[in-house]
């Protein structure tokens, strides 16, 4: 029998000090979190006990540094500030993220990018009825069910190679026309982002050759950047796993949608 099958995402949300986020998009699907029963054909939202991502890189652009017609990002063309480069900096704090104060750095900033090994390290368990639903190494659909509270859920790793899937059929949470095999622009959860796939060249690619993930936002307010203030902002993820049943058992727990905050700050106020 085959289960419906869950396809997780990453969303992007950026809010400044006053918490205003990235405009909601219409017509997109919510998922609420567990209410301790077993959902029936349905997906909801669990906090993941694991959940690992390896972040490489970080900029805020004027411009969209990676629109549809190139095969590649373009930081430079984008006037873009790069916050993060794991090539250059090995150790960083996410939640101080210092923007350089360069020259010809003042401006209006639109978009925040950021680009992840395309490898997601999770675990996680749900309980209902005094029995306890966990993952195993083995992936999202074989879920290891006792009344065992003690013993951990087991680390599994994910990874996200197309997004029309095996038969080539349009993914209903794409808005560019069901999503190219590299390519989604992402509608879900009220939120929008271009979520793209990236060869190990940074080329825009898909498949086994998927080394790396793209995401992109657009930021909403703006950040509006001038030279006489030393600002830096605070980057947190949520970790939220997706529990799907049939109403008796659980049949999977995978990646879910998880919202990736930004907050510009003055150092001046702030230190």
């Known amino acids: 029998m085959k289960y419906r099958s869950i396809i997780n995402f990453l969303i992007l949300t950026s809010t400044n000090l006053f918490g205003v986020g990235i405009k909601p998009a219409f017509s997109s699907i919510t998922i609420l979190n567990c209410s301790g ?13 694991q959940y690992k991502i390896d972040i490489s890189r970080i900029d805020i652009c004027q411009e ?3 629109p549809n017609y ?6 430079f063309s984008s006037k873009c500030i790069n916050l993060l480069d794991k090539k250059i900096l090995k150790k960083y704090d996410l939640n101080n993220l ?12 639109k978009y925040i990018s950021l680009i992840l090994e395309n490898k997601f390290l999770v675990s996680g368990q749900y309980e209902s009825g005094g029995y306890f639903w966990k993952t195993s190494k083995k992936g999202p659909t074989n879920i290891i069910s006792s009344r065992d509270q003690e013993s951990k859920p087991e680390v599994f790793v994910k990874r996200l190679r197309n997004w029309r899937g095996k038969e080539n059929t349009d993914n209903k949470y794409c808005s560019n026309n ?7 622009d992402l ?6 982002l271009s979520a793209i796939g990236l060869g190990s060249d940074f080329m825009e690619n898909y498949g ?10 657009e930021l909403s307010p703006r950040f509006i950047l001038s030279n006489d203030a030393s600002k830096y902002l605070e980057l947190k993820y ?6 799907y049943g049939d109403g008796k058992s659980v049949k999977s727990i995978s990646i879910a949608p998880f919202i990736f905050e930004t907050k510009l700050k003055n150092k001046s106020l702030s230190n």
């Open 37 to 49: 029963e077993i959902p029936n054909k349905t997906p909801c939202l669990i906090e993941a006990d």
């Open 64 to 66: 969209n540094p990676f």
């Open 70 to 75: 190139r095969i590649n990002p373009d930081f």
């Open 98 to 109: 210092e923007i350089p104060q360069e020259l010809n750095s003042q401006g209006e900033y």
């Open 178 to 184: 069901g999503g190219t095999f590299s390519r989604c």
């Open 187 to 192: 509608n879900y959860n009220g939120y929008k």
């Open 208 to 217: 086994n050759n998927t080394k790396h993930m793209f995401f992109l936002s």
């Open 238 to 243: 949520q970790t939220k796993l997706e529990v």
